[in-house]
């Protein structure tokens, strides 16, 4: 027997109808494991506690060959979510180099532009011969 936890108060609260009382109580309830519900049964010894707890057993021997074909879904369809995202992924990078390309053709990079050439004759010559008095000119 073990102590349900809040999450999965809350969780059986919300799939049992008949267990709607404990809703809004603020016990978190016990539960039983198949063993535990086995060794309840062999203490009890009246005709109706023997129905019940074969019962009981029969439950959770469905219960398990539930889980156990669940399981095998659960790994069917976790491979083939990895086989499609590999497949995505490809698909996605296929993709991603064909918008990039058709946007270079719509709006092309700026090329880098290269050194214009003057036009026109144009002398360099080094320093005048004349120089400019500084001291006339200050007056």
């Not at 979510?81 to 180099?97: G, N, T």
Request: proline share 5%; with cysteine; glycine share 2%.
């Amino acid at each position: 027997m073990f102590q349900l936890t809040a999450e999965e108060k809350a969780e059986v609260v919300a799939n049992c109808d008949h267990l709607k009382k404990l809703k809004f109580s603020p016990v978190l309830p016990y539960a039983f494991t198949e063993h535990g519900a086995i060794m309840a049964a062999t203490v009890l010894n009246s005709p109706r506690a023997i129905q019940v707890s074969i019962y009981v057993v029969e439950a959770f021997v469905r219960l398990r060959g539930l889980l156990s074909s669940n399981r095998e879904l659960v790994r069917k369809l976790a491979e083939l979510e990895k086989e499609l995202k590999e497949r995505l992924d490809v698909h996605e990078s296929a993709i991603v180099d064909i918008l990039r390309r058709i946007m270079d053709i719509i709006d092309p990079p700026a090329l880098p532009e290269s050194p214009r050439k003057q036009i026109g004759f144009q002398v360099k010559e080094r320093h005048g011969l004349y120089r400019v008095n500084k001291r006339r000119e200050k007056r």
